[in-house]
């Protein structure tokens, strides 16, 4: 007996069980970027553009965005609607992310991209509020260090699927995400994917 429904814009699919169990975003392991006491996880650093970029607190301050792939240009993209200026840190010269998501992003005037770097290092607002104050960042190819004072940060790497009880059940590709059958969601007739699993 079926006892779930799941609605899409043109059927009704029952099943016997809805498991859906989405993606973990990918971090970078920064000083003081952790959580917890003394960490600054969702106290100016996050993952979710949506989210907390166009938080209020936030709005028409710069904020940066680490990344250089699909999903950075994504949270680029939107974060320019809400802040005086984005920065975008990129280890590499060059982005991995589709050509038309680098145009959009690169044509927006207040996006400033600081090339071959990374960050090292996150640090508080000097006024003692336990927020992030700035950034440590290292020019990759110089060695050189730089102070960014910022209020916001957002990790734009990527995510990594939950699909690990998986494993051996059903076919996964080299990033973990499962394989469906082409302009399909199907992937044997027990499993049907949903969005990014």
Known sequence: MNSCSVFTDSRTVLADAVISTGAVVE????????EGAGGLWNRGISACAVYDGADLIFR?????V???GDSAMEEMNFLTK???KVYIIHRCDTFRAL???QQRVLSKP???VIWNSSVVETYRNENGKGV???????????GDVSDLKMPGLIFAIGHEPATKFLDGQHELDEYGYVV???GTTKTSVLLSEAVDL
């Open 27 to 34: 971090r970078l392991s920064l000083i003081g970027s952790g």
């Open 60 to 64: 028409n301050k710069p904020l940066v």
């Open 66 to 68: 680490i990344g250089g």
């Open 82 to 84: 809400y802040r005086s």
């Open 99 to 101: 050509k038309i998501m």
């Open 110 to 112: 207040n996006i400033e």
């Open 132 to 142: 992030l104050g700035g950034l440590k960042v290292k020019n990759v190819v110089t």
């Open 180 to 182: 469906t059958k082409p």
